[in-house]
């Protein structure tokens, strides 16, 4: 089982990116997909995720420019992030809550991408 991030890049403070996060493995249930970033010489951060109700939480400081949405189907997330800002730039970190199934025992952890560099320019 693993997370795989992709999206990241360059571009110019106003402009776009999306990234998108794909589940692939033996995987029973995929749930809480969210994304976090980790700016240099800081903590990694919560951007936005899926809640285990199905609503959305964010960052008060992306509310009203990133937009996260998931295709459970394809275990899929994105995040569409839109007038980006310098102080985005970061590592972003898929992460999910994966159940597993074996017979009639089921088990579930978190599990974390190995993240995509976004860069935003001045």
């Known amino acids: 089982v693993q997370l795989q991030a992709s999206g990241g890049g360059l571009v110019q403070a106003g402009g776009s990116l999306r990234l998108s996060c794909a589940g692939s493995?033996?995987?029973?249930?995929?749930?809480?997909m969210g994304w976090y970033r980790q700016a240099p010489g800081k903590q990694r951060e919560l951007v936005a995720t899926?809640?285990?109700?199905?609503?959305?939480k964010y960052a008060e400081s992306v509310k009203g420019r990133f937009t996260i949405s998931r295709d459970s189907v394809q275990k899929m997330a994105f995040l569409q992030m839109n007038t980006l800002k310098p102080e985005d730039t970061g590592v972003y970190y898929c992460?999910?809550?994966?159940?597993?199934?074996?017979?009639?025992?089921?088990?579930?952890?978190?599990?974390w991408g190995p993240g995509t560099l976004v860069t935003v320019s001045s």
């Open positions: 899926f809640t285990s109700g199905g609503s959305t």
């Open positions: 493995g033996h995987i029973f249930r995929i749930d809480r």
């Open positions: 992460k999910a809550y994966i159940e597993q199934s074996r017979g009639s025992t089921t088990w579930g952890q978190d599990y």
